[in-house]
């Protein structure tokens, strides 16, 4: 079945910690998104890549890395966490239509920087 | 600047009808997506509109007016199971997804 796998699920790290956030999809779509989501925000692009090897800048990359090492895998880094980063954060990859891009989510990850 | 707003949130009957309204201002316009969203759950892709006027997709249905920057997603009779967020994304000239905040839909019994 088509998915999008996210781990870990939930994570606690405290503030200047490291944090790796992987996400593999089995859409076979070229679009990979990691996008955070925060009460009154909405979802908020990180960063975002259109193939292996790719990477985009999306509105709210600032303290965050990505790295897409296969068209399934993409990674989000978190070099030195701050409370800030504590945010429920998805992955998600997409397709293109006329007229529609589909996105298809992770089922998150909920972080924590104490 | 660009951006897609909905109300916070949307009261209404179970068996009634549920109008979620979106607004937007972006950098060209090439489609509007819907998605729900349940509590704790990751966002559901429910429709896309592209051209104006109203798109029946049975239990939901959407309407876009390009010349104004509105969409609405129309639920009909209600059930309690589509309490929920509800969001808006439209796509500009770039093609990327530029998001609402959501709508959170209650239906009271």
């Known amino acids: 079945e088509a998915a999008v796998t996210q781990s870990p699920r939930n994570k606690v790290t405290v503030t200047g910690g490291n944090v790796t956030l992987s996400c593999r999809q089995t859409?076979?779509?070229?679009?990979m998104y990691w996008y955070r989501q925060d009460t009154g925000h909405g979802l908020r692009l990180i960063h975002y890549?259109?193939?292996?090897?790719?990477?985009q800048i999306g509105d709210v990359p600032d303290g965050y890395k990505a790295t897409r090492t296969t068209q399934e895998d993409f990674f989000l880094l978190l070099e030195l966490a701050s409370p800030s980063q504590t945010s429920l954060y998805f992955c998600?990859?997409?397709?293109?239509?006329?007229?529609?891009?589909?996105?298809?989510f992770g089922k998150g990850t909920r972080l924590t920087v104490v | 600047g660009q951006g897609v707003e909905q109300p916070a949130k949307l009261m209404s009957v179970e068996g009634t009808f549920a109008r979620v309204n979106c607004t937007y201002s972006?950098?060209?316009?090439?489609?509007l997506s819907w998605y729900q969203q349940r509590e704790g759950q990751a966002p559901v892709f429910l429709s896309y509109?592209?051209l104006d006027g109203l798109k029946d997709s049975g239990h939901f249905s959407t309407f876009l007016s390009r010349s104004n920057g509105y969409s609405y997603l129309l639920l009909t009779e209600l059930q309690i199971k589509d309490s929920a967020s509800y969001l808006c994304?439209?796509?500009?000239?770039?093609?990327?997804?530029?998001w609402g905040s959501g709508t959170k839909l209650i239906i009271k019994p």
């Open positions: 972006t950098s060209g316009f090439n489609g």
């Open positions: 994304a439209v796509r500009d000239s770039n093609y990327q997804l530029i």
């Open positions: 890549s259109y193939g292996a090897g790719n990477l």
């Open positions: 998600a990859s997409g397709r293109t239509g006329e007229g529609y891009t589909e996105v298809f």
């Open positions: 509109v592209v």
């Open positions: 859409n076979s779509h070229n679009y």
